[in-house]
């Protein structure tokens, strides 16, 4: 999970019914990654954060898949 052009980490503890978030690494341009570990489709989880974020400002990255919990 990516979140780009942040002023701050977002605050995940509001997403905690999705899975459990863990911040990996962030960078001074404000772009923050995080490893989620969800059963939810990547859809679910774009349509959960484009509540609060534009979609231009988060991203769902999978290497292999998302992980289940």
Known sequence: MLFKHQ????????????????????????????????TLSELEITNTLAQRFSKQDFAVISWLGLYVV
Not at 24 to 35: I, M, S
Request: hydrophobic share 30%; with cysteine.
């Open 7 to 38: 002023q701050a980490a977002p605050d995940t503890t509001c997403w905690e019914d999705i899975g459990k978030w863990q911040l990996a690494l962030h960078n001074q341009r404000g772009d923050y990654y995080f490893e989620l570990k969800t």
